[in-house]
């Protein structure tokens, strides 16, 4: 029971962070946050609509997530005595979202993006913009974002050599859930995705082209092993038709016969 | 008349196909019905020396049957299978005598597996093992 | 040999004289038609239901903690244990799809007219135990669809007044579906129900073979019932079609087309019986978003939603099943012939329409 629970929360994990996340947003009744800087010029007030469109919003994650300061209480909502922190500085941005994104802050201080912190490198929101926080996506690496600060060649190669590795784990996710709503067993497989994916999501902040495509190599043998499992059920399941065809004949033919039989004494 | 022939022609292909469903119906549940493979206790068993100290036994599963390990008084090791040989219950050890009973119809046994008395037709099956560095293994 | 077993049996029991009665000389109407086998094929899907039931309950564990991973087990891992499951969750199906069919030619032909009023009110009987049969089966493999479609069906019995909850806590064997329902459901499924199905189906036959077959009232001039309550008759057919070998080969030739629709659909739509959430383990603490009833108990799921209280849906399908339950009582003209029941004829059609557009209805809403 519980390890297929496991098995649901991973597969529908997902779904869970787009869905109901979406609802239970749209129910919250409006900070006061909103409702003051919603009709303010501007500064003070932009934030509001980007945030508006943003997978933070999508997910119930409201201004106070990461700014702090008390939704409720309109007097008392930017006092610092109440977690209020305000935006912070160029240097501290990744310590500010790694709050919620640990691995990712990792992945990031260890590449040469993040070695370049305070020293004119790049910050989370020099890419994923600061208040319409879009979800993340290979997308990203383009070369109007890149060749802001250097050359398009190395992070097309990096996004090159991620592309067809982030494709293919979408197809066999995809797969996986189908048949899992078939009464297939995937709970091994979907566990098997799910740290491939996981192994594959750690890549995202590195700059590192070798190592890129090295991991990527070994993540897609791994992903070659999930396929080979989905063949065999494939497989299995043709054959099946194959049998079910021969079988439906087969009681085709033998109406066929009883009714013949059945001439012969009328 | 000619009725008749395409009657008997019918009957036949009728019978033949009846046959055959049947067969093709009674595969599956034949599959269905077979006892799984690999189930029960492994081929292979390692249990450390340790565990047994002289006089006394260790019951344990071994192949999908029951198997039992004794450490005689004179530290001797012995693997026997457990199952009696005269209707198949499982022997017990009688640590006080060194020798196991069956409590079904009283057959005795010897550390080494021979009938010492009652109804058992065969001595216990010897289970062979090794001992290398403290352990145990069976089979 | 098998002639002599034969004369070995028929010298001590008489069996040559039995076929003789029950089989060759067993005489049936000249215009009978393809609807009268399918007593014979609801026959077979009962047996495969048995059948296929007990090699289920094999493998089977009905514990609240182990049901859902036991029936994941034989879908994957037991060889065809994926084959007789389908077969078990299809027949029942097919099984109700075919019981209506059974039903809408009685209905067509007149022939629940008396004498022959005790065989539809038996036979409606068991319409309701194969629903009944159905329903408990349905939480058995403890998935999030079997959880809370038992849940709003157990519920439904909350509408009768005052004694509502007490029997829907009754039902559930606690406030809530749970490890309780599991355990009395199963036993309603496994062992009271098909036993009085079985007893039923003896009962049918028995009013069956007391009776004698209607003819239909097709190709005739005279379609009226020639019954007359003044004493037993066994309504004989002199000059008919005798059961062995004629119709018997009908019955197998149905039987036959039966088993290609239903291999079909066991093959090539085995999602037929699920909805994703039979795939998911139960969860008391989630309820799935969309749950729907099998498409059988649809108009019953729209009734239900469409009228203000539950208490007047519940009781407007109480009084259709009794309805339909004593038709024989009700519609006591002798006339059998559909178009020379024009009344009749158009209640069914409208039936009919109306049950499938219910049903429609609480499929897409």
Redesign the interface.
């Given at each position: 029971m519980i390890r297929k629970n496991i098995l649901a929360i991973l597969l529908l994990a997902p779904l869970l962070f787009l869905k109901p996340a979406a609802a239970t947003a749209l129910e919250q009744p409006e900070t006061v946050c909103i409702q003051c800087h919603g009709s303010m010029p501007d500064r003070l007030g932009a934030p509001v609509n980007l945030w508006r469109g943003s997978i933070h919003a999508e997910n119930g994650i409201s201004c106070n997530g990461c700014h702090g300061g008390d939704p409720k209480d309109a007097a008392n909502a930017m006092s610092p005595q109440r977690g209020f922190l305000g935006a912070p500085k160029e240097k501290d941005i990744p310590a500010f979202c790694g709050r919620c994104h640990p691995g990712v802050y990792k992945d990031y201080l260890a590449s040469a993006h993040g070695r370049a912190l305070g020293a004119g490198g790049p910050t989370c929101v020099t890419c994923h913009s600061n208040h319409q926080v879009v979800k993340a996506s290979l997308a990203l690496i383009n070369e109007k974002s890149c060749t802001r600060c250097h050359s398009f060649e190395r992070a097309k190669t990096i996004r090159d050599a991620m592309s067809g590795t982030e494709a293919r784990i979408v197809g066999i996710s995809g797969r996986i859930a189908q048949f899992q709503v078939s009464g297939v067993d995937t709970e091994k497989m979907g566990k098997a995705l799910f740290s491939v994916r996981n192994r594959f999501h750690t890549l995202f902040h590195d700059v590192d082209v070798n190592r890129v495509k090295n991991e990527s190599a070994a993540i897609n043998k791994e992903l070659d092993k999930l396929d080979a499992a989905l063949k065999v059920i494939d497989d299995e399941h043709a054959r099946r038709r194959v049998v079910g065809g021969i079988a439906v004949a087969f009681a085709v033919l033998l109406a066929i016969l009883f009714h013949l039989m059945k001439k012969t004494y009328d | 008349m000619e009725n008749e022939g395409r009657r008997k022609f019918l009957g036949v292909c009728v019978a033949g196909c009846t046959v055959a469903a049947a067969a093709a119906a009674g595969y599956p549940v034949l599959r269905y019905l077979a006892p799984r493979s690999g189930q029960g206790g492994a081929a292979k068993l390692v249990i450390p020396a340790g565990e047994l100290k002289e006089g006394d036994a260790k019951f344990f599963e071994f192949a999908g049957s029951s198997a039992v390990l004794i450490k005689t008084n004179s530290g001797q090791l012995v693997a026997l299978s457990a199952v009696c040989t005269h209707l198949g219950c499982i022997v017990q050890w009688v640590k006080e005598k060194q020798q196991f009973l069956c409590p079904c119809h009283g057959g005795q046994f010897s550390t080494d597996g021979t009938v010492l008395g009652g109804p058992p037709p065969r001595p216990l099956a010897k289970i062979p093992f090794t001992v290398t560095e403290g352990n145990i293994t069976i089979g | 040999m098998l002639n002599r077993l034969y004369r070995w049996l028929d010298l001590r029991y008489g069996i040559g004289e039995i076929a003789e009665k029950e089989l060759t000389g067993y005489l049936l109407p000249r215009n009978i038609n393809e609807w009268y086998s399918l007593g014979s094929v609801l026959l077979v899907i009962f047996a495969i239901q048995v059948v296929t039931g007990m090699?289920l309950m094999?493998y089977y564990v009905p514990d609240a903690?182990k049901a859902?991973?036991s029936v994941?087990f034989i879908?994957?891992?037991?060889?065809?244990?994926?084959?007789?499951r389908l077969c078990h969750a299809v027949g029942s199906n097919m099984m109700v799809a075919v019981l209506l069919l059974h039903m809408f030619s009685t209905l067509m032909m007149g022939s629940y007219k008396a004498p022959r009023e005790l065989n539809w009110v038996t036979g409606f009987t068991l319409f309701a135990l194969v629903q009944g049969i159905s329903l408990t089966g349905y939480l058995a493999p403890w998935s999030q669809l079997s959880f809370w479609a038992t849940t709003v069906a157990t519920n439904s019995v909350s509408a009768i007044p005052v004694l509502g909850p007490t029997l829907v806590e009754f039902l559930r064997g606690g406030k809530l579906v749970g490890p309780a329902t599991l355990g009395r459901f199963f036993a309603l499924h496994a062992a009271v129900l098909p036993v009085v199905i079985a007893a039923l189906i003896g009962a049918h036959l028995f009013f069956l073979k007391r009776t004698g077959i209607s003819a239909p009232p097709f190709g005739k001039d005279e379609t009226a019932n020639p019954f007359e309550a003044r004493e037993y008759h066994y309504q004989g057919h002199p000059g008919g079609?005798p059961f062995f070998?004629?119709y018997a080969?009908?019955d197998?030739?149905?039987i036959?087309?039966y088993?290609?629709v239903f291999?079909?659909v066991?093959?090539?739509w085995?999602?037929m019986p699920?909805t994703?959430d039979?795939?998911?383990?139960a969860?008391p603490f989630k309820t799935p978003a969309h749950i729907k009833p099998e498409w059988y108990f649809l108009a019953n799921y729209q009734t239900l939603k469409i009228f203000p209280s539950e208490l007047l849906g519940l009781s407007v399908q109480a009084a259709a099943m009794t309805f339909l339950a004593l038709l024989p009582f009700i519609d006591r003209s002798p006339e059998r012939h559909p178009l020379k029941r024009p009344l009749f004829l158009t209640l069914v059609i409208a039936g009919i329409l109306l049950w499938i557009a219910l049903s429609v209805w609480g499929h897409l809403s």
């Amino acid at each position: 029971m519980i390890r297929k629970n496991i098995l649901a929360i991973l597969l529908l994990a997902p779904l869970l962070f787009l869905k109901p996340a979406a609802a239970t947003a749209l129910e919250q009744p409006e900070t006061v946050c909103i409702q003051c800087h919603g009709s303010m010029p501007d500064r003070l007030g932009a934030p509001v609509n980007l945030w508006r469109g943003s997978i933070h919003a999508e997910n119930g994650i409201s201004c106070n997530g990461c700014h702090g300061g008390d939704p409720k209480d309109a007097a008392n909502a930017m006092s610092p005595q109440r977690g209020f922190l305000g935006a912070p500085k160029e240097k501290d941005i990744p310590a500010f979202c790694g709050r919620c994104h640990p691995g990712v802050y990792k992945d990031y201080l260890a590449s040469a993006h993040g070695r370049a912190l305070g020293a004119g490198g790049p910050t989370c929101v020099t890419c994923h913009s600061n208040h319409q926080v879009v979800k993340a996506s290979l997308a990203l690496i383009n070369e109007k974002s890149c060749t802001r600060c250097h050359s398009f060649e190395r992070a097309k190669t990096i996004r090159d050599a991620m592309s067809g590795t982030e494709a293919r784990i979408v197809g066999i996710s995809g797969r996986i859930a189908q048949f899992q709503v078939s009464g297939v067993d995937t709970e091994k497989m979907g566990k098997a995705l799910f740290s491939v994916r996981n192994r594959f999501h750690t890549l995202f902040h590195d700059v590192d082209v070798n190592r890129v495509k090295n991991e990527s190599a070994a993540i897609n043998k791994e992903l070659d092993k999930l396929d080979a499992a989905l063949k065999v059920i494939d497989d299995e399941h043709a054959r099946r038709r194959v049998v079910g065809g021969i079988a439906v004949a087969f009681a085709v033919l033998l109406a066929i016969l009883f009714h013949l039989m059945k001439k012969t004494y009328d | 008349m000619e009725n008749e022939g395409r009657r008997k022609f019918l009957g036949v292909c009728v019978a033949g196909c009846t046959v055959a469903a049947a067969a093709a119906a009674g595969y599956p549940v034949l599959r269905y019905l077979a006892p799984r493979s690999g189930q029960g206790g492994a081929a292979k068993l390692v249990i450390p020396a340790g565990e047994l100290k002289e006089g006394d036994a260790k019951f344990f599963e071994f192949a999908g049957s029951s198997a039992v390990l004794i450490k005689t008084n004179s530290g001797q090791l012995v693997a026997l299978s457990a199952v009696c040989t005269h209707l198949g219950c499982i022997v017990q050890w009688v640590k006080e005598k060194q020798q196991f009973l069956c409590p079904c119809h009283g057959g005795q046994f010897s550390t080494d597996g021979t009938v010492l008395g009652g109804p058992p037709p065969r001595p216990l099956a010897k289970i062979p093992f090794t001992v290398t560095e403290g352990n145990i293994t069976i089979g | 040999m098998l002639n002599r077993l034969y004369r070995w049996l028929d010298l001590r029991y008489g069996i040559g004289e039995i076929a003789e009665k029950e089989l060759t000389g067993y005489l049936l109407p000249r215009n009978i038609n393809e609807w009268y086998s399918l007593g014979s094929v609801l026959l077979v899907i009962f047996a495969i239901q048995v059948v296929t039931g007990m090699l289920l309950m094999i493998y089977y564990v009905p514990d609240a903690d182990k049901a859902f991973k036991s029936v994941s087990f034989i879908m994957n891992e037991v060889p065809f244990g994926w084959f007789i499951r389908l077969c078990h969750a299809v027949g029942s199906n097919m099984m109700v799809a075919v019981l209506l069919l059974h039903m809408f030619s009685t209905l067509m032909m007149g022939s629940y007219k008396a004498p022959r009023e005790l065989n539809w009110v038996t036979g409606f009987t068991l319409f309701a135990l194969v629903q009944g049969i159905s329903l408990t089966g349905y939480l058995a493999p403890w998935s999030q669809l079997s959880f809370w479609a038992t849940t709003v069906a157990t519920n439904s019995v909350s509408a009768i007044p005052v004694l509502g909850p007490t029997l829907v806590e009754f039902l559930r064997g606690g406030k809530l579906v749970g490890p309780a329902t599991l355990g009395r459901f199963f036993a309603l499924h496994a062992a009271v129900l098909p036993v009085v199905i079985a007893a039923l189906i003896g009962a049918h036959l028995f009013f069956l073979k007391r009776t004698g077959i209607s003819a239909p009232p097709f190709g005739k001039d005279e379609t009226a019932n020639p019954f007359e309550a003044r004493e037993y008759h066994y309504q004989g057919h002199p000059g008919g079609i005798p059961f062995f070998p004629n119709y018997a080969l009908q019955d197998l030739s149905s039987i036959s087309i039966y088993f290609a629709v239903f291999l079909a659909v066991v093959f090539f739509w085995p999602n037929m019986p699920f909805t994703p959430d039979a795939f998911v383990p139960a969860d008391p603490f989630k309820t799935p978003a969309h749950i729907k009833p099998e498409w059988y108990f649809l108009a019953n799921y729209q009734t239900l939603k469409i009228f203000p209280s539950e208490l007047l849906g519940l009781s407007v399908q109480a009084a259709a099943m009794t309805f339909l339950a004593l038709l024989p009582f009700i519609d006591r003209s002798p006339e059998r012939h559909p178009l020379k029941r024009p009344l009749f004829l158009t209640l069914v059609i409208a039936g009919i329409l109306l049950w499938i557009a219910l049903s429609v209805w609480g499929h897409l809403s």
